[in-house]
C-alpha cells in the first residue's frame, strides 16, 4: 500500500480517459512534442499556402545555392537550394506531407490489420491461432529492410508501393501485442459475462475486448510511426524512394548526402526535420504511454 | 530445458524456415528482371549463348522444380552458386558472415555498455537533469537515420579530427591470418596488439552508427525496468535488512532489471545482423548485408535465397538464445 | 671497409622491408566495386577487370590515348579477313616464375571460347565478347593464330579485355581454385583477397616490363597495390581527403571544387567512353513523329546540363559516337532552342503540348528530372519514373519486341571505342540495344557493310555518313560522353587514367 | 514493574512529493513502545500506517522526505544518523517482515542467499575467514529455518522462493527478518496474503518468537482480529493521523473514537479475524487538500459544528488517548 498510488489516481469521479488526459497534459515535455507533430502536420496540410517557391521549379543556375546566412545566400531562397537550385524550405514543407502520410498511412493500415488479426487469434484460437502465427513467425524471421527491399524491387519504386511494402511486414508488431492481449482479456470476467449473455464472437471482439486494448495498441502504433518515417529515408538511402519529383525528406538526406562537403545545407536540412518530427513523436508516444497504459507507467 | 522440449522447439522452426524459404524464393521469382539479360549486359551474345548461361545458371528449369531442388539441396547443405562469383553461395556467405557478426556484437557490445549505466543512472536520478539528458540522447538515436548519423560521424572523425579511418576492418600494415574470421579476435590469438588496436579504430564508427538506435532503446527498457524493480517489494525489504547500498544495487536491483533488457537486446540482435546493410555499405564494411542487398539488384537468386534463410535460422535462434537468457536470469521461468 | 657497410646496410633495409612491411609503399585505391571472382574467364563484370588486369595482360593493350598496341604479343598480322596470327613475346614470365608460352595462350582463348571448358559442363560467360572466333590454334611455338568464320575487323579491339591464364595453373587448380586465386603475367601479383573489404596486390618484380610502347618500361614503381572497397560516394571523397586512400574512382562532380580546394588531392579526368542519349519510342504514337522527336532534340539545353549538372566534364555528341572513337566526324549541331521545339510540337499536332514520361536508373535521378524540367518547359509535361535498370533494359531493349514507355535516359558503353559495338546495336532494325525501336533499311545495310570493311578510311568514311543519317531521323536526342573523374592525392605521380576505366598501377608512384 | 522505552515518536511528519503536489501522509504522529511488548497499528489503506514505520526505519521512498518530527531508538536519534550507521540498525536491530513474501522475496536469489546476506551485513561474531564462515552461516540459516517450522531445513536453503508454498515463504520471510536477532520486529500486514488457515499458524509463530527471542513487535495491519489475539496495546490511524490509543482490550470494549467505532462495527463477531475493512460509507479524504477541521467529520455519524475546528489528541486516562471532542459520549 503505497500513498503515491492513490493520489495519483486523480480526482475520482472523472472518466478514465480524462483522467489520463490530465496526466497527459501535466507532462510538458510531451505536450511540447505534441505541439511540434500538430505543427508538422499543419504544415503538410497548407504546404501550398506556406511554401515561398513551387518546390519542384528547377533552375540550374541556383544550383547548390547556400542558405541565406552564408555568402552566396539569398533571401528568396532562405535555406539554400539543391543540386537542381530548387528551393530547399517549400521542398522541405512538401516533403513533410510524404513522411507525415507514409507514416500515417502505414501504421493505420497497419494497426488495422494487425487489430482484426491479432482479435482472430487470440480470440478463436485454434487453427486461425496456428495460421495467423505461424505467418507472424515467418514474416519476424525475415530482416525488416531486406524484406522491403525485395518487396521494392518487386512492384518498383512509388509513394503507393512503399506504403504497401512496409505494411506487409509492419501489421505483425501491432497483431503480435493484440493477440497477447486478447488472450488475456479472453480469461476476463467482463468477456466471460458478454459470452454468457450470448453475444457473437464478433461482438465479444469489437465490442468488449477491442475498447480494452485499444490504448495499449496505440501506444504502440505511434512509436511505430516514428519507425516508419526513418524507415523511408533507409528505402530513400537504397535508391528505393518515392518517384520524382515528389520532394520526401528520406529522398532529400539520401539525395543529398553526395554533396554533404560540398553543399551541407542539402541534406542536413531535411535530416534535422526528420530528426525533429521522429523526435516530438517519440516523445509524444512517450507521453501517451505514460498517461494511458498505466502498466508501463514509470 | 528437457530434450523433449527441445525438439518440439526444433520441429516449430521448420514450417517458419520452409515458410520463409517460400516467400523469398516467389518474391525473387515474381521481380522483374532477368539476371542472364543482367550479366551479358551491353555485350553481344547469340541466342545459343544466352541458353547455355541459363543453363548453366540452372535458370531453365520450371519455377517449383527449381524452388523442390532448391530445398532438396538447402538440406544437404548445398545453396547453389552464385551467379556472379561462381562459387558456392554457402562459401560466399561463410567470408562476409564473421564481419557482419563481429560488426552487430561489437555494435550490442556499444548498446549495452553504453545504455545500461546510462540507463540505470537515469533511473536512478529520475527526473534529474541527468536522467532527461540520457533520455533526449536516447530519442534523438532512435530519431536519426542510421545512414545519414553514418556519414555525420565519418565527417566528423574521420576527414576532419581524422581520429578513425573510413573504410574497411583493418589497415595494410598488419597481416592477420583468419582463424575464427573475427579480427579482434584473430588479432588476439596472434598477440598482434598493434593490429588489435587498429582493428578497434576501424570498427569504432561502424559499430557506434549501428549501435547507437539500439543502445537507445536498451537504454529505454532498462530505465524502465530499473525503475520498476527499485518499487519492488524486495527491494524495499533488501533495505529493511540493513544491506549495504551496493549489494541492494548490483545484486537485488540490477539482477532482475537487466531481465527485459537481455531479452530486447536478444531479440533486438536479430536486426542489427539484418539492419546493417546501410552501415556496411557506408563503411565499406565487408559484410553480409550489403551483399545481400547487391544481390536483390542484380538478381542473384541463390545468394538472397541462401541468406534470408540463414536469417530467418538466426532469427530463431536468438529467440532461443533469449528465452534461455530470460530463464537463466529468472529462475521462476521454466522452458 | 666499405663493402661490409654497404652489405651490412643493403640487409639491414632488406631485413627492415622483410619485417616490417609498413617501411613498404603501399597505394591504395577507394575502389566503388568488390570484384567479382579473380578468374579474368569467368564474369562480364567491368570493375572485376579493372581490378584484374593489374594482375593479368592481355595479348594487346592500349595506351594513353587509346591507340592499340601490343602487350603478351609482340606483333600481329592478319594473315586473311578471318585469319588473325599473334607473335607471343619471349621472356614473360608469370608469377610462380614460369614462362608464358604461346600454349598458354591457346589455352587460355580455349577455355572462353569452347563450350563446357570450365568444368563442370560450365561455359564461360565471356565466350560473346569473341564474337565470330571459331577456334584459336598453334602455328608454331610462339605464334598463335586466330581462325573466325567472318571477317571482324574489330578482334584486335576486343582482346585486350581477355587476360591470359596460365595453363598449368589452371590445371592444376581448376576452375574452382581460380576464382579465389590468380596467377597471371602482370606488374603485381596477388598478395590477399579479403573478400569484400579489399584486394591487396604485390609487386611483381619479375615482371618483363609491359609493352615498350607505352613507356616507362620496367617493374611497377610501388610495393603494393591495394583496392579497397568502398562503395559509398561520399565515404570514398572522405576517405581521399582523410588520406585514407590515395586514388578514387568515380568522383562525383559535385565534389570536384572540393578535392581541388582541399589541397591534400587533385582531380583527374579522361574521357570516358560511354554514350548518353535520350531513347524515344518510335514504336510508340507520339515519337513516331519525326517533327516530335526534332523537338524534343530542341528542348535539351546540352550545354547547360553539361555545365551544371556535369561540372563541365562531359563532351557533347550529336550523334551516337564519342568524340574519340574511331570514324567520330564533325555533325550538324541541333542547337537549343525552346520557341523551334514549341512550334515543331504544335506542327506535329499539339499545340498544347503533351504529357510524357521519362524513365531513369536511381543513378540518374537528378539528370532526368533537371531534363524533364526542360523538356516540360518546351511542351513535354514529362514525369520521372525511377526504376531499376534491369527492369528498365527489359522494357525497352526488347530486341524488336513489343515496347511501351515514350522515353528513358540511357545510355551505351563503348569500351573499344570502335563504332562497331555501339553503333549496329542501338541503330541497326531489332538490335538488342535499339532501344528507341529505330528502322532504317538502308543504314542496316551501311552499318552491315561497314562491320566487315578492312580499310580504315573507308570505313570511317561509312560510320560518317551512318553519324549523317541519324542526324536526319533523330531516334535519339543524343547528349553527352561524360569524363570519368577520378579524385588523386598529391602524394601519387603517374597515375593516368584511361578512358576504357582501367587504372593501371604499373606506372604509378608515391611520394 | 516498569519496561523501558525501545521505540519513541515525536510529532512525526513525513511528506511526499507527487505529480499532483505535496502530501503529507504521516502528519504529527507520536508513539511510544517499550521492550518486549506487542503493538498493533490498524487503519484503512492510505491512513498512513506503513509510512510511518518506513519513516522509523528511514525507508521512505524517494519522493518523500522526513519534514520534522523526532525517533528515537533506544534512546538514539535515528534520524541524527548517517546512512550508514541507519542500515546498521535496519535488519541488525529493527526488523520488518512485509506484507507479501512473495514479492518481499528476491525472486532470482536461492534462499540460502537471501539469509547469509543478511548475517554477512550485520552479524560480527561469524567466523573471519572462509569455510568456516560459511558453516557458521549456514548453520545459522538451518537453525533460523527450523526456528520458523520449515521441515528438513538443508535441503530447502536451496530453493527459489518460488518452490515455496504461500505460508512456507512468509515463514522464510521471518526467519530471514530475525536471523540477527533483532530488538523490534515491524511486521507489515503479516497475513494479508495468506489463506484464512495459515493466517493463525502466522501470527502464532510470530507471537511464540516474540516470547522466546524477547522482543518486540509491532502489527501493522488492518485486521482487528490479530490486534485483539495477539497485540498487548493498539493504536488506530486515520488519514495521516492516530486517532486513538490505549490497550487492547480497551479499545476493543470500550473504544473513544468514532472510526474506531465504526472499524469495530463492521466487523462481523464473534469471528473478527480475517474480514476487510472497507465498510464505512464514503472515502479517505484527499490528503492534498485536508483542513484544519477534524479529519473523520465528514464520514463521521457524531460529527457536530464544533468538529470544524482543529483537534487534538487527547490523553484521558494513563497510555489512553483519543482525537475525538466526543469521546465521553461513545463510551
Sequence with gaps: MTVIASSTAGAPGLPIWRQNLRVFCANKSALFASAVVVLFVAMAIIAPIIAPHDPNDTDLFRRLQPPVWKEGGDWAYILGCDALGRDILSRLIYGSRISIFIGAAVVLFATVIGILAGLAAGYLRGWVDVVISRIVDILLGFPYLIFAIGLMAMMGPGLVNIVLALVYKEWVIPCRVVRGETLAAREQEYVEAARAVGASSGHIMLREILPNILSAVTVISTVRMANVIIMEASLSFLGLGVQPPTASWGEMVAGGREFIMEAWWVSTFPGLAILALVLAINVASQGLRDAFDPRFAE | MNPAKFFQRLLQLAPVLLGVSFIAFMMLAMTPGDPVALIIGEHAATPEQIETLRRDLGLNQPLLQRFASFLADAVTGNFGTSFYHRRPVAEVIGERLPATIELSLVALIVALVTSIPLGVLAAIRKNTIFDRIATLFSLVGVSMPGFWLGILLIMIFAVNLQLFPV????????EVDPITGFMLIDTLLHRNFAAFGETLRYIALPAVTLGLPMAAILMRVTRTSMLEVLQQDYVTFANAKGLKPRRIFFRHALKNALIPTVSVAAIETGSLLGGNMIVETIFGWPGLGRLVVESIFVRNYPLVQAAVLLYAVTYVLLNFIADILYTLLNPRVKL | MGTFKHLMLASMIALGSAISPTFAQDLIIGFSKEGETLDPANHRNRETETLLRNVYEGLLTRDASMKLVPEIAESYEQVSPTIYDFRIRKGIRFHDGSDLTAEDVRFTFERILKEGAMGDGQTSPRQGLLGPVTGVELVDANTVRFNLSEPWPILPAMLPNQQIVSKAFVEKNGTAGMATQAMGSGPFSLGEWRRGEALILNRFDDYFGGSPEVPPVGRACVDRAIFRTIPETASRVAALLSGDVHIINELPNSSIRQIQASGVADVVEVNGTRSFFLAMNMQGEIFDDIRVRQAAAHAVNKDLLIDKILGGSAARIEGILSPDAFGASELPQVGYDVEKARALLAEAGYPDGIDITLDAEGAYRDMAEAIASMLTRAGFRTS?????????????????????????????????????DIFAPTHAT?????????????????????????????????????????????????LWVPRDIYGVSKRVEGFHPSADSRILLHDVCLK | MKKRVLLEVNALKTTFSTRAGPVTAVDGVSLTLNEGECLGVVGESGSGKSV???????????????????????????????????????????????????????????????????????????????????????????EMLRLVGIPSPEARLQQYPHEFSGGMRQRIMIAIALACRPKLLIADEPTTALDVTIQAQVLDLISDLRRE???????????????????????????????????????????????????????????????SLNPIPGNVPDLRDVT??????????????????????REIAPGRKTRCIRDGELA
Excluded at chain 4, 536519534?77 to 507479501?100: H, N, P
Excluded at chain 4, 479529519?295 to 455519524?301: L, V
Design chain 4, 292 to 313: 484544519n477541521e477534524c479529519r473523520f467529520r465528514s464520514r463521521c455519524a457524531y460529527a457536530v459544528p464544533a468538529c470544524s475546528r482543529p483537534v487534538m489528541m
Design chain 4, 52 to 142: 510511518t514505520f518506513a519513516s522509523v526505519m528511514g525507508l521512505v521512498r524517494a519522493n518523500g522526505r522526513i519534514e520534522e518530527g523526532e525517533i528515537r531508538f533506544m534512546g538514539r536519534d535515528l534520524r541524527a544518523m548517517s546512512a550508514e550507521e541507519l542500515r546498521l540498525v535496519r535488519g541488525r536491530e529493527i526488523a520488518m517482515t512485509m506484507q507479501d513474501a512473495l514479492t518481499a522475496l528476491n525472486p532470482s536469489l536461492r534462499i540460502d542467499e537471501q539469509l547469509a546476506e543478511m548475517m554477512e551485513a550485520h552479524l560480527d561474531d561469524l567466523p573471519v575467514f572462509g569455510p568456516a564462515r560459511k558453516r557458521a552461516i549456514r548453520d545459522r540459516s538451518v
Design chain 3, 384 to 420: 520521372v519514373a525511377i526504376s531499376e535498370t534491369t527492369m528498365l533494359t527489359q522494357k525497352w531493349r526488347t530486341a524488336g519486341g513489343p515496347k511501351s514507355g515514350d522515353m528513358w535516359l540511357s545510355s551505351w558503353g563503348n569500351g573499344s571505342l570502335d563504332p562497331f
Design chain 3, 430 to 478: 531489332n538490335d538488342r540495344g535499339n532501344s528507341a525501336g529505330y528502322s532504317n533499311p538502308e543504314l542496316d545495310k551501311l552499318l552491315a557493310a561497314a562491320a566487315i570493311e578492312m580499310d580504315a578510311g573507308k570505313r570511317a568514311e561509312m560510320y560518317h555518313r551512318a553519324e549523317m543519317t541519324i542526324v536526319a531521323d533523330q531516334p535519339y536526342v543524343y
Design chain 4, 213 to 275: 527471542l524477547g522482543m518486540s513487535v509491532v502489527f501493522i495491519t488492518h485486521d482487528l482480529g490479530i490486534v485483539a489475539e495477539h497485540c498487548d496495546r493498539v493504536m488506530v490511524m486515520y488519514a495521516g493521523q492516530v486517532v486513538e490509543e490505549g490497550e487492547t482490550s480497551e479499545i476493543i470494549e470500550q473504544c473513544r473514537h468514532p472510526y474506531t467505532r465504526a472499524l469495530l462495527a463492521s466487523i462481523p463477531r464473534p469471528e473478527l479475524r480475517g474480514q
Design chain 2, 167 to 174: 573504410a574497411g576492418r583493418i589497415g595494410f600494415s598488419h
